[in-house]
């Protein structure tokens, strides 16, 4: 019992985990005590017992001071579920309690309305986190949150208020430190094109020595799955013509292998989605590509843009001819002799909207003509003009 | 003897107006063709535009095509424009379809008549469109408003002399 001792504000910003009513303090086996009925709460660093009666009357228990705690259930005779809590020697320089000295090596809470399951865990809990050996090195700051510690004990409404506060305050703590995180993670990305820079350097200065074809490749794979080593931005190159020239100059470098995989043509927004894949980061927008696609002739790019008379935009190698393309669609229609553009999507591995287009052109030449029935939009040699 | 359809009409392009002009000029004259040889065939004068985009001359049941309203007003105002329709109301719900021109029949007409000694004797139109002695002939059941037209066509050639009687025409003097 003399390693209570009289309550003092916090040492540190406190928490109550858990609080239970009419807990009574006993001295080793007695029967009897001076603290019957009070309030037991649970900090990290201690617990806190409060006299109902007497608000004066606080006492605690440092977790320092415990040596072990054993629960013991409610049973039929006791008048309450119990913790019994075994204690270390007094530690020098001790705060004088309510009891100067006992024979006792531990003291029993007893909790007469229950809820000594939950304190018990709680309590377990808190004694193996062992804050208190933490908290002693930073006791500096102690001084400064003591005035913080005891407004969170405050009653009524000015304490919920400033509890709220408390609460605000911790989660704008927690927003920067994310933001803090993110400039981190940019951070890194840097560093990662960084990296990639100087293996393709690296890669380049030993061709041929001591690194085989195939693993060249691979490297060059993965470097290409991290996306361009040295994207085109608006900060790099300003907002005006150069930007978009240069973009356009990316864009011919970026797309010309896929335009000759998909036969030549791809639309605007394939393009789109190809290009902001290839950047990963410095995403740019569909406004970007379009008026540096415009460019694309300018720069006498080996890509060239070109408007359907639909409407429809496309980027296309300057080497296709739209009217050999037209031909092929048409014969390739002749050969299906019924065909509609998903079908014409899939035998050129095009997208379906690119083939409507190309058949739309075919149909404008005359060389073949539709049926458009609730069947869908099919396209049929052009056997009207062949009659003749 | 039933009626032969031309090879466009198993084309399922056909029942579709076709947006290119060249291919659409083909497609509709076609169409024209196509129109005027059925009603022939069938000895169809005025054509009710619902009725007759129900039968199997718009409507390819084999094919599950049919030609539809728009396509249908297109076709016959085409035929219009080369004179073979004549819409009988403005909202163009039925027409006069002329598979032969009023010189055309006033041909088939005045030869009927020499042929049967009709010359120089005035015979009604009841007689032309109903009579017994016409039945074998193309013009037999012939529209009374198509038959004046020929009949016109033939008094301009002085190859007949209309009578009129109270106002409306009613018998024809061939000569």
């Known amino acids: 019992m003399d390693r209570l001792s009289w309550y003092q504000a916090g040492e540190s910003m406190e928490e109550i985990l858990r609080q239970a009513a009419h807990v009574g303090i006993y001295d080793g086996d007695l029967k009897t005590s001076a603290f019957e009925q009070g309030t037991l709460s649970l900090t990290l660093q201690r617990v806190i017992w409060a006299d109902c009666s007497d608000p004066d009357c606080r006492l605690i228990l440092h977790h320092s001071l415990v040596e072990k705690i054993e629960k013991h259930n409610k049973s039929m005779f006791s008048r309450g579920g119990k913790i019994i809590v075994f204690l270390k020697p007094v530690p020098p320089g001790h705060h004088q309690g309510p009891v100067a000295a006992s024979a006792c090596r531990s003291i029993r809470f007893v909790f007469r309305n229950g809820g000594e399951e939950e304190f018990y865990k709680l309590y377990v809990e808190a004694l193996n986190r062992q804050t208190w050996k933490r908290t002693s090195s930073s006791s500096s700051s102690a001084g400064s949150r003591n005035s913080h510690a005891q407004s969170s004990r405050g009653g009524g409404i000015s304490g919920i208020e400033k509890r709220l506060i408390d609460q605000n305050n911790k989660m704008h703590e927690n927003i920067s430190q994310a933001f803090e995180d993110m400039s981190k993670l940019m951070e890194q990305a840097r560093e990662m094109v960084n990296l990639s820079k100087t293996i393709t350097e690296r890669l380049r200065m030993k061709k041929g020595d001591d690194i085989t074809e195939d693993e060249t490749t691979q490297f060059k794979s993965y470097l290409l799955s991290l996306g361009v080593n040295d994207p085109v931005t608006k900060t790099t190159f300003g907002n005006g013509a150069t930007y978009f020239e240069k973009l356009a100059e990316e864009i011919t470098e970026v797309l010309e292998k896929p335009l000759t995989e998909c036969g030549g043509t791809m639309t605007l927004p394939e393009a789109y989605c190809r290009i902001n894949r290839a950047r990963g980061v410095h995403l740019i927008s569909p406004e970007d590509l379009l008026l540096a696609c415009q460019k694309l002739d300018k720069i006498d790019s080996r890509i060239t843009m070109y408007v359907f008379d639909s409407g429809v935009n496309v980027v296309q190698l300057r080497t296709v001819r739209v009217d050999q393309m037209t031909e092929e669609t048409a014969e390739l229609v002749k050969e299906l002799g019924r065909a509609d553009a998903y079908k014409i999507a899939l035998l050129n591995s095009i997208s379906p909207v690119l083939a409507k287009e190309r058949l739309l052109a075919a149909e404008t030449v005359g060389r073949i003509c539709r049926d458009d029935s609730v069947e869908g939009l099919y396209f049929f040699w052009n056997r009207f003009l062949e009659s003749n | ?175």
């Open chain 2, 1 to 175: 003897m039933s009626f032969i359809f031309p090879w466009e009409y198993d084309f399922p392009p056909f029942f579709t107006i076709q947006p290119n002009a060249a291919t659409r000029e083909k497609q509709l004259e076609a169409w024209a063709q196509l129109v005027l040889h059925y009603c022939h065939q069938n000895n169809i004068y005025t054509a009710d535009i619902t009725q007759l985009a129900e039968t199997e001359l718009f409507n390819n049941r084999n094919l599950n095509r049919r030609l539809d309203y728009n396509g249908i007003l297109t076709v016959l105002d085409y035929l219009e424009a080369k004179n073979c329709v004549e819409w009988s109301d403005r909202q163009k719900r039925q027409c006069h379809i002329h598979w032969q021109s009023p010189e055309q029949w006033a041909e088939v007409i005045h030869s009927w008549a020499r042929a049967n000694g009709f010359l120089n004797s005035v015979v009604t139109l009841e007689d032309l469109i109903d009579g017994d002695d016409t039945a074998q002939e193309s013009f037999h059941g012939i529209n009374r408003r198509t038959l004046i037209k020929a009949l016109e066509a033939l008094q301009k050639k002085g190859l007949a002399a209309i009578i009129e009687h109270e106002g409306a025409v009613a018998g024809v003097k061939f000569a």
